[in-house]
């Protein structure tokens, strides 16, 4: 086949020796390999912990929004008790000052 | 038209239709960078002078080429920013500053091994190309760090869409650099229909089909990058919250 005729190697370890340059061919070509998957696999992990933060901040704002109605304030005193910092940089003060005021934000 | 590109800004609206577009971005790039780097490692022939080492250009050529693409791209969001107050064109500045560090970092470090055989030194000081090539790196990373010390959201996207905007006479430099000081670094060599000669088809279509890949790459990791700057910077927005509790 003219395809197998085209392959410039005879052997599997012609073709990792790259006539003579295996160290400088593969190191370019593993740097690529890499690059690509780091800049691929670090924005989906990103994504994956954004989506589980803002998964729980939704958790939370039902739950203060529910106890609120029943017993207003309590809840919000024991979010900003928590006062941590979570993905997206807010306390739990803030998050719970968040849920009164719903933005509307999607155009620009 | 103008509803179109208020459209186009609308963080929703991006976020929606890269959801639609990003899987298919996604076949072609794996097509296209899987076609170019079999091409290259199993077909292609062995330069008469560089050897196998001519491998190493497809990838360099490609990377090297893009890599050029960064500061015109964040100069265009810059100016969206500064003249329409754009969200979205901000958000893909300060993702492109990033990745467009990656790419001048790969530039250097592929054509150092490139040249360690070729010219026989891993990096020259006096070259203009390589200089300006480090200078680019350095401005990407600047551009990066000035976003991240700017705590004011708004000041920092001018800031950053100002110093991309002045970068560009950067990439004006890089671009001529070989013709203009003709030092260590050469100019590309001509494209040719004869197979065989030192720019030949098997060489350049390979290398077209790279930049081609390369450029498909840029966009998925920049898409992605994009999406979760949306989801971050419009967490309070009821559609954010909405698709989340969709999820749930």
């Given at each position: 086949?003219?395809?197998?005729?085209?392959?410039?190697?005879?052997?599997?370890?012609?073709?990792?020796?790259?006539?003579?340059?295996?160290?400088?061919?593969?190191?370019?070509?593993?740097?690529?390999?890499?690059?690509?998957?780091?800049?691929?696999?670090?924005?989906?992990?990103?994504?994956?912990?954004?989506?589980?933060?803002?998964?729980?901040?939704?958790?939370?704002?039902?739950?203060?929004?529910?106890?609120?109605?029943?017993?207003?304030?309590?809840?919000?005193?024991?979010?900003?008790?928590?006062?941590?910092?979570?993905?997206?940089?807010?306390?739990?003060?803030?998050?719970?000052?968040?849920?009164?005021?719903?933005?509307?934000?999607?155009?620009? | 038209?103008?509803?179109?590109?208020?459209?186009?800004?609308?963080?929703?609206?991006?976020?929606?239709?890269?959801?639609?577009?990003?899987?298919?971005?996604?076949?072609?790039?794996?097509?296209?960078?899987?076609?170019?780097?079999?091409?290259?490692?199993?077909?292609?022939?062995?330069?008469?002078?560089?050897?196998?080492?001519?491998?190493?250009?497809?990838?360099?050529?490609?990377?090297?080429?893009?890599?050029?693409?960064?500061?015109?791209?964040?100069?265009?969001?810059?100016?969206?920013?500064?003249?329409?107050?754009?969200?979205?064109?901000?958000?893909?500045?300060?993702?492109?500053?990033?990745?467009?560090?990656?790419?001048?970092?790969?530039?250097?470090?592929?054509?150092?091994?490139?040249?360690?055989?070729?010219?026989?030194?891993?990096?020259?000081?006096?070259?203009?190309?390589?200089?300006?090539?480090?200078?680019?790196?350095?401005?990407?990373?600047?551009?990066?760090?000035?976003?991240?010390?700017?705590?004011?959201?708004?000041?920092?996207?001018?800031?950053?869409?100002?110093?991309?905007i002045v970068g560009c006479i950067n990439v004006v430099i890089i671009k001529y650099s070989v013709e203009w000081w003709n030092t260590l670094h050469q100019p590309a060599s001509p494209v040719s229909l004869q197979s065989g000669s030192a720019n030949g088809p098997e060489f350049w279509i390979a290398t077209a089909l790279m930049i081609l890949g390369v450029y498909l790459f840029l966009s998925v990791s920049l898409i992605l990058s994009t999406r979760n700057e949306i989801l971050q910077r419009e967490r309070r927005a009821l559609?954010?919250?909405?698709?989340?509790?969709?999820?749930?």
């Open positions: 086949m003219d395809l197998i005729n085209a392959i410039q190697f005879d052997s599997w370890a012609e073709f990792i020796d790259m006539g003579g340059y295996a160290f400088n061919v593969w190191a370019v070509y593993g740097l690529f390999a890499l690059f690509i998957a780091v800049n691929i696999l670090v924005p989906l992990r990103r994504r994956s912990a954004l989506l589980r933060d803002l998964r729980r901040r939704g958790r939370i704002e039902d739950q203060v929004a529910l106890n609120s109605a029943a017993t207003p304030g309590v809840q919000t005193a024991k979010a900003e008790s928590r006062g941590q910092l979570d993905e997206t940089g807010e306390t739990a003060s803030q998050r719970a000052v968040d849920t009164r005021r719903p933005q509307q934000g999607d155009n620009s | 038209m103008w509803l179109w590109f208020a459209k186009l800004g609308s963080p929703k609206w991006f976020y929606e239709l890269s959801t639609k577009w990003l899987p298919w971005l996604v076949v072609a790039t794996v097509l296209v960078i899987g076609t170019a780097t079999v091409w290259a490692l199993l077909f292609l022939p062995p330069d008469y002078q560089q050897g196998y080492t001519s491998r190493i250009l497809v990838v360099h050529v490609a990377v090297a080429g893009t890599s050029l693409a960064f500061f015109p791209l964040m100069a265009v969001a810059g100016t969206i920013t500064l003249v329409w107050k754009m969200k979205l064109a901000d958000m893909v500045a300060k993702n492109a500053a990033a990745l467009g560090a990656w790419f001048s970092f790969i530039t250097l470090a592929t054509g150092s091994i490139w040249g360690s055989v070729s010219w026989g030194t891993w990096w020259e000081w006096s070259d203009s190309r390589l200089v300006s090539m480090l200078f680019q790196f350095f401005l990407l990373l600047g551009v990066v760090s000035l976003r991240s010390a700017l705590e004011d959201t708004d000041k920092a996207a001018k800031a950053c869409a100002l110093l991309s559609w954010v919250k909405e698709m989340i509790a969709a999820e749930r």
